[in-house]
């Protein structure tokens, strides 16, 4: 009897245990490089589903557009700027997987933000720097690889404003932008 009430008692112990919150980390922090840049995030939780990410970073441009014409091919290196809610839907199923979520690894949808200001470290050809905002609407995954790493991809097609004109073009432009990253990162 003893050692049935003892077995029971270490099984429900192994189920506390094992129960878990489904939700994202309080605060993560980390960087991420990818084929055109390096950022820098932080990923702060709102609620136990949605986390607000902010990040700093540089985009890697090659530009063929009615900007650039009279310049040949030019690669600029500029600052990006980026707010974006993100809503996490799966953790409840990937924790009932017996799947990570541990730096928030799951399905996100998001809501990017992004600015690129009027300067560049890197530019070659001397093409004027065009700054622009963008807001993209994205589905993306986020993975975990081992303790420190993860990896992210992601897809979305949003709205962009371009500030042709503090460059000396005759007029702002807008119209849709798209958002395809795959990155590769360390957590903190």
């Not at 950022?39 to 986390?51: C, D």
């Not at 992210?152 to 371009?162: C, F, H, L, Q, W």
């Not at 042709?164 to 119209?175: F, P």
Request: proline fraction near 3%.
């Amino acid at each position: 009897m003893k050692k049935a009430l003892f077995i029971l008692t270490l099984c429900g112990l192994t189920m506390i245990g094992k129960s878990q919150n489904a939700s994202v980390e309080k605060s993560t922090f980390g960087i991420q490089t990818g084929v055109l840049g390096l950022w820098a995030y932080n990923e702060a939780r709102l609620s136990n589903s949605i986390a607000l990410r902010t990040e700093l970073g540089f985009d890697l441009g090659i530009w063929e557009t009615t900007y650039y014409d009279d310049y040949n091919s030019p690669f600029i290196l500029t600052p990006v700027i980026v707010i974006e809610p993100r809503f996490y839907h799966n953790l409840k199923k990937r924790l009932q997987k017996s799947k990570r979520i541990d730096g928030n690894s799951g399905n996100f949808i998001a809501l990017k933000t992004s600015y690129h200001p009027e300067w560049a470290l890197f530019n070659t050809d001397d093409a004027p720097v065009v700054s622009d905002f963008a807001i993209i609407p994205t589905y993306g995954i986020r993975r975990s690889i081992g303790e420190h790493f993860n990896f992210e991809a992601g897809i979305g097609a949003g709205y962009s404003y371009t500030f042709a004109e503090r460059a000396g073009y005759s007029k702002d432009e807008s119209g849709i932008e798209l958002n395809m990253h795959l990155r590769i990162g360390y957590k903190f």
